[in-house]
């Protein structure tokens, strides 16, 4: 994932899990060039909602192990990684990860919705416990955005 691979850059230049958000956002914008300072800590708080880093005493952590990602040599991340994804797009990569079709996937969901008439993301949610997934995360945030 891309998003993880640009998480990772600057703690992976610095050879730590630990840094200060200034050094993140001067990492990935002037050592890098990849973002703009605005567009870094944009993606701060993209990987922060998305559960990839947590903030302790004022440092940016990395709540993976940033060792074991890859940085090619040519990478250069695509601005889409700088949107927040839904809760029913988290849940839908979920499922697609464990196996199911994409397109099987969305259909059952929307029918899901239609037969229980609930939101979309409750419907994902459904699915996928029904699937034997464990998104109490994502159902939690459903819940919080409603």
């Keep these: 994932m891309s998003l993880r691979t640009a998480v990772a850059a600057p703690f992976v ?13 001067v990492a990935l914008s002037l050592d890098r060039d990849w973002f703009s ?13 998305e559960g990839l880093l947590d903030t302790e005493d004022g440092e940016v952590v990395a709540t993976f192990d940033v060792g074991s ?6 990478f250069v991340p695509e601005e ?3 949107r ?6 988290r849940v839908l990569d979920a499922v697609v990860e464990a196996g199911t079709e994409k397109q099987a996937a969305v259909a059952a969901i929307n029918g899901l919705q239609s037969d229980l008439g609930v ?3 409750a419907a994902a949610v459904v699915y996928a416990r029904r699937q034997g997934l464990a998104v109490t995360d994502h159902a939690t945030r459903a819940l919080g955005e409603y």
């Design 13 to 25: 230049q610095s050879g730590t899990d630990r840094l200060g958000r200034s050094d993140f956002v």
């Design 37 to 49: 300072p605005d567009q870094a800590k944009r993606l701060l708080d993209v990987a922060e909602g």
């Design 69 to 74: 990602v890859s940085i090619p040599e040519d």
């Design 80 to 82: 889409s990684i700088l």
């Design 84 to 89: 927040q994804r839904t809760t029913f797009e």
């Design 119 to 121: 939101t979309l993301e």
